[in-house]
Nanobody, 127 residues
Framework: QMQLVESGGGLVQTGGSLRLSCVASGSPFGNYHMAWFRQAPGKEREFVSV????????YYADSVKGRFLISRDNAKNTVRLEMNNLKPEDTAVYYC????????????????????WGQGTQVTVSS
């Protein structure tokens, strides 16, 4: 079992920045793809970004590409999401998620394939 705890959300104006953090415990962090998803009111939870166990590869949703940066520190069991040039449409609850990496290196963007989830942290961007 892995436990995930997010932090760093808050209220920011359009164009501002926030940094989210997610600390993992309970399972070998370095064995997992770590991702961020988000869910806006009335919408489905959507993929934001994912980073592979060794941080060699990162992937982003088109809507955040060039504005968000995912990183991880395996020594601290932490994954971060640096969010810049925030827009009102980025307003959502942001969730950290973990998916055990398989031998073939497949990296999923599908929420159904993620095994563990945090409780979420609210990000609100005012216009």
């Amino acid at each position: 079992q892995m436990q995930l705890v997010e932090s760093g959300g808050g209220l920011v104006q359009t164009g501002g920045s926030l940094r989210l953090s997610c600390v993992a415990s309970g399972s070998p962090f370095g064995n997992y793809h770590m991702a961020w998803f988000r869910q806006a009111p009335g919408k489905e939870r959507e993929f934001v970004s994912v980073i592979t166990p060794s941080a060699v590869s990162t992937y982003y949703a088109d809507s955040v590409k060039g504005r968000f940066l995912i990183s991880r520190d395996n020594a601290k069991n932490t994954v971060r999401l640096e969010m810049n040039n925030l827009k009102p449409e980025d307003t959502a609850v942001y969730y950290c998620a973990a998916d055990l990496a398989g031998p073939l290196g497949y990296v999923s963007r599908r929420r159904s394939e993620y095994d563990y989830w945090g409780q979420g942290t609210q990000v609100t961007v005012s216009s």
